[in-house]
């Protein structure tokens, strides 16, 4: 059974640093991507930052120059460094892997609070 294990979230004043990693677990076949959503409350769910399998990655432009989405094909995992974090960074962050074999998964997410 395929799993998606977050952690790293948690609260941290405006201007601070997290950094999320989620762990893919239960199958051989390889990841083609991975990447991170967030849902704040009331807006609907947002792609944050996504990378491929050789490592081209994709951001949001609310958060081009602060996050870095990074991946270890070896461990199956990918992390995301969240620097300068803003108030409006505030969400349930989501990881989200795909495999061309088996579609794709969600993590059970994780709480970020830029709060001071």
């Known amino acids: 059974q395929v799993q998606l294990v977050e952690s790293g979230g948690g609260l941290v004043q405006p201007g601070g640093s997290l950094r999320l990693s989620c762990a893919a677990s239960g199958t051989i076949f390889s990841i083609n991507s991975m990447g991170w959503y967030r849902q704040a409350p009331g807006k609907q769910r947002e792609l944050v930052a996504a990378?491929?399998?050789?490592?081209?990655?994709n951001y949001a432009d609310s958060v081009k120059g602060r996050f870095t989405i990074s991946r270890d094909n070896g461990k199956n995992t990918v992390y995301l460094q969240m620097n300068s974090l803003k108030p409006e960074d505030t969400a349930v962050y989501y990881c989200n892997a795909y495999w061309a074999a088996l579609g794709r998964y969600w993590g059970q997410g994780t709480q970020v609070t830029g709060s001071s």
């Open positions: 990378i491929t399998s050789i490592g081209i990655t």
